[in-house]
Structure formats: C-alpha cells, structure tokens
C-alpha cells in the first residue's frame, strides 16, 4: 500500500506539472474530425504520444501531419470501433509500438439520426448503439485488459448532454450516451482498487461538421437560446477538459461526468 493510502493523505501538487502527459500514451477513437480532433491535439500539446483512430484514413493523415509539424509523436490506426476484432489489433499495435497504454478516450460515435421515434427504423436504431455504446465498450474492455495489467490509466468516454436532458428526434443516439455513462460508472467502481480511473465527457452543442446543419436550421436558434452563454461551443474549448481528466490533475476523480456545456444543463 502507498505512503499516500496508508496516511489518507493527497501528495504535494504542482498543478502545472500534474496536467502534463508526457512520457504517456494516449489513444483517441473517433480522432479524424470535429471533437475527436480537438481532444487529439490538446492531448499531443500536454506531451502525449498519441494514437489516433478514425474511419476515414485521410482525415487521420491530416491530423498526423499537423501534429508532426509541431513536434508530436502520432501511430495512425484506421478502422471501426464497432468491430471488436480490429479494436483489439489497434491495442495490440498501440503496446506493440509504445509499450504502454495510458489514456483512452473514446470519442467514435455517430451523430443522431434526427427522425420522430415512431418513423426510426431497427437498422438506424442498432448502427447508433452498435457504434456509440458497444464500440464504447469494446475500447474500454481492450484499454482496460493494458490498464489493469499496468494498474494505472485513465479512460475518458465521451458522452452529451442528451445523456440527461430530453430532446426532441435523437431517441437512439440520447439511449446510446444514457448507456455510455451507465458503463462509465459500472467499469469506475470495478476498476477503481487496480488504478484505472474510468470518466465520461459530456458535450454540449459545438461547431463541427456534424452540427452544422442542425444550427443552421430553424432549432439553432432554440439551442443558442437554450445556452445560458449565448453560444455554442468551439471544438478548442473541449481540449482542456479531455486533458485534465486524463492527467494526474484528477488522479480522485473517477465515475463521475464532466459538463461542458455552456450552461446548457444548469436550467
């Protein structure tokens, strides 16, 4: 047992140098665009070597590029988080290549279908949870094996603000992320005594191009105005809380879910 359980007593902090990530790896699942992307970089920027993991392999060199450029160690891993096999190739590559695996995030996910729930048929239902909450799980299940082996790590699932507010037309994609931080504090409570931290990131609205015709139609302006800051979010300002979390910054923070939101759901 450490000097810190045995006294029940937190170590002397430098904040600065606990939200770092250097010499640590950290894998990002849905890494080619919007949200994902973001996440990818602000974890590369606080010293990560990063895996990146998306569906369309152009995007990921794009992204491989940009934080080549500035210095950043990147492994490219296309492929789908829906596919329990190649998550498990991508993990095995990830050790394979840096022998640790430190951080997970799991950003893959598919927008919501926005259909009346009555006009939803099986096939888009099963896609949204195929993708947002069993690839979910599947990453989880294959980070944590490395995790636990290592007993230490930190998994961040990504989740919405739908997860617990009510919205119109999203019924699959709000059940999805209800499951994901469901699944966020079932693995938090197990995994807790062998040192892996399991929390979830919940999203408001942001500008990327998933969203994009959603604000520009007739419910932007509900949203905007539903978002006590006035606006929506830019995909920058999530980056701070992928990181944090991920870092020692939260070592006592674990099972829980933080808001970013603009306020979104304080009313």
């Known amino acids: 047992m450490s000097e810190e359980k045995e006294t029940g ?20 699942t849905g890494a080619g665009k ?8 602000a974890l590369s920027q606080a010293g990560a070597t990063v895996a990146v993991t998306a569906r369309t392999a152009s995007d990921l060199e794009e992204l491989e590029a940009e934080l080549a450029a500035h210095g950043g160690k990147v492994l490219v891993l296309p492929g789908s988080v829906a596919d329990s096999d190649a998550v498990r190739t991508m ?3 990830i050790t394979g290549t840096t022998g640790r695996l430190d951080v997970a995030v799991n950003c893959a996910g598919v927008s919501p279908h926005f259909t009346r729930s009555e006009f939803v048929d099986d096939e ?12 979910t799980f599947y990453c989880c299940r294959e980070a944590g094996k490395v ?22 037309r999203i019924a699959a994609y709000a059940a999805s992320k209800g499951g994901v931080e469901a699944l966020t504090k079932a693995l938090a409570v197990e995994w807790a005594d062998r040192g892996v931290r399991v929390n979830a ?38 980056g701070g809380a992928a990181v944090f979390l991920a870092s020692d910054a939260a070592r006592f923070v674990t099972g ?12």
Do not use: C
């Not at 007593?9 to 990002?28: F, N, P």
């Not at 888009?124 to 690839?135: E, F, S």
């Not at 919940?202 to 978002?227: C, K, M, N, Q």
């Open 34 to 41: 919007g949200l994902g992307r973001a996440i990818a970089v």
């Open 9 to 28: 007593m937190a170590r002397a902090s430098d904040v600065s140098s606990d939200l770092r990530l250097d010499g640590k790896t950290a894998w990002v």
């Open 256 to 267: 829980t879910t933080l808001t970013v939101d603009g306020g979104w759901t304080a009313r």
């Open 91 to 93: 993990v095995e590559r």
């Open 147 to 168: 995790m636990l082996a290592q007993r230490s790590g930190s998994i961040v699932n990504v989740s919405s603000v739908h997860a617990r507010t009510g919205f119109e």
């Open 201 to 238: 990131l919940a999203p408001g609205y942001f500008h990327t191009d998933l969203s994009s015709g959603l604000l520009a139609s007739r419910w932007g302006e509900r949203i905007v105005g539903g978002t006590p800051l006035g606006r929506v979010g830019a995909v920058e300002e999530l």
């Open 124 to 135: 888009d239902w099963q896609r949204v949870l195929d993708i947002n909450l069993q690839g």
